[in-house]
């Protein structure tokens, strides 16, 4: 079975600061992907990053990073320069097959 | 494109009645899903459908539940009855995938959901 947890509920940041998501999974998989996704109050979801398992590398895009740990099984989103349409629930997801499986989610309030 | 249209965008009905969500995928997707979304329970896969076939239904909660793809660019999720538990937001995501078992990198592609309330 695959579990993916955000022990955060609700986070909060201003504006052009720095802000850390925390999520931790767990799969037997040895190949699987790890995603990041947004949903403002519009609910659309927004897929924001991915990172494959087997790149150390962790993946960039703009103001949105990851700290992946693969042996601790811990898959973080930072987001640089807060802005205030940052302000929505991430989710955090695992895929090793067809089926994502999302954690409950962090709610981010960025404030002036 | 317009990407994944879900409708109705709200329903409201009685505990009882029929309710039929729809979902137009993107045109060459070849994979659907129905998620349901709630509070408690979070996000949950509920059907996965590829080229128009249940692959995985093992999500959909009860026989109440029942889901179909007629073809590439349409789907329904009913629920006949509906009760009161079955408020939530349901979501429709497509992708293409050209192995049915193995998505792994490729992130679906969400519509806007369907937020039904049952009253």
């Known amino acids: 079975a695959q579990t993916v947890t955000q022990s955060q509920p609700e986070m909060s940041v201003q504006e052009a600061e720095t802000v850390t998501l925390s999520c931790t999974y767990d799969t037997s998989e040895s190949d699987y992907y790890l995603f990041w996704y947004k949903q403002p109050p519009s609910r659309q979801m927004i897929l924001v990053i991915r990172q494959e398992a087997y790149k150390q590398q962790n993946a960039t895009e703009n103001r949105f990073s990851v700290n992946f740990q693969k042996a601790a099984k811990s898959f973080s989103l930072k987001i640089s320069d807060s802005q205030l349409g940052d302000a929505a629930m991430y989710f955090c997801?695992?895929?090793?097959?067809?089926?994502?499986?999302f954690g409950k989610g962090t709610s981010l309030l960025v404030t002036p | 494109d317009a990407g994944v249209i879900q409708s109705p965008r709200h329903e409201v009905t009685e505990m009882g009645q029929e309710v039929t969500l729809r979902c137009k995928p993107i045109s060459g997707h070849n994979s659907l899903f129905w998620y349901r979304q709630t509070m408690m329970r979070g996000l949950e896969l509920l059907i996965y459908?590829?080229?128009?076939?249940?692959?995985?239904d093992s999500g959909m909660p009860e026989d109440r539940f029942s889901a179909k793809m007629p073809n590439a660019s349409f789907s329904t999720l009913k629920i006949q009855p509906s009760e009161p538990r079955d408020s939530a937001v349901y979501f429709c995501?497509?992708?293409?995938?050209?192995?049915?078992?193995?998505?792994?990198?490729?992130?679906?592609?969400f519509g806007s959901g369907t937020r039904l309330t049952v009253v």
């Open positions: 997801a695992l895929n090793s097959g067809y089926a994502l499986n």
């Open positions: 459908f590829n080229n128009n076939v249940p692959i995985d």
């Open positions: 995501a497509s992708m293409y995938l050209p192995d049915p078992l193995l998505a792994l990198n490729y992130g679906y592609t």
